[in-house]
T-cell receptor, first 114, second 112 residues
């Protein structure tokens, strides 16, 4: 069964450093997403991406965050200058079309900012 | 705004016990409702879903019924197994837009 692959599974970074989280969506999917879950809290939507541009973003997704699809397969989330409160599990997801049909999540990257 | 509230955990049950995890939602219009499961070290996997009122989603012995009158989508299983130990997330998508709104997750541990 097709999977969304995220790397690394766990990343530790120092406060103030830039970090890039990587995702390989399912190959025929056109919509891409990032979510995050701070420990003990809800999984929260960050951003959706379609046709090489952001289609929706939440209040959490401020200027510190950016997303990119640098080639035909990867979808990345960059945090420019990490803060302690960025420590969370970050989930990538993709879907074939708009809506919940075929929405598939990756296994997540646990980011720890120290 | 749209939101989901689910039962706090953790929940510990003996094998073959009955499981209920409560979930209620707030949404405008007619959202679709979901239960996702996360096994240790794995991603969020779709367990079941319902897209309109009175629909029942079911999978692997789990069931949930979309109750618009009580804005609920409680997850049930008649007889849990050790292999059901995981974190369960209730979620919704609004009838417009394509982002998910999740609950906080409920950790279930089933002991032999």
């Amino acid at each position: 069964e097709p999977e969304v692959t995220q790397t690394p599974s766990h990343q530790v970074t120092q406060m103030g450093q830039e970090v890039i989280l990587r995702c390989v969506p399912i190959s025929n999917h056109l919509y891409f997403y990032w979510y995050r879950q701070i420990l003990g809290q809800k999984v929260e939507f960050l951003v959706s991406f379609y046709n090489n541009e952001i289609s929706e973003k939440s209040e959490i997704f401020d200027d510190q965050f950016s997303v990119e699809r640098p080639d035909g397969s990867n979808f990345t989330l960059k945090i420019r200058s990490t803060k302690l409160e960025d420590s969370a599990m970050y989930f990538c997801a993709s879907s074939e079309r708009r809506g919940s049909y075929g929405y598939t999540f990756g296994s997540g990257t646990r980011l720890t900012v120290v | 705004g749209d939101s989901v509230t689910q039962m706090e955990g953790p929940v510990t049950l003996s094998e073959e016990a009955f499981l209920t995890i409560n979930c209620t939602y707030t949404a405008t219009g007619y959202p679709s409702l979901f239960w996702y499961v996360q096994y240790p070290g794995e991603g969020l996997q779709l367990l079941l879903k319902a897209t309109k009122a009175d629909d029942k989603g079911s999978n692997k012995g789990f069931e949930a019924t979309y109750r618009k009158e009580t804005t609920s989508f409680h997850l049930e299983k008649g007889s849990v197994q050790v292999s059901d130990s995981a974190v369960y997330f209730c979620a919704l998508t609004p009838n417009t837009g394509n982002q998910f709104y999740f609950g906080t997750g409920t950790s279930l541990t089933v002991i032999p």
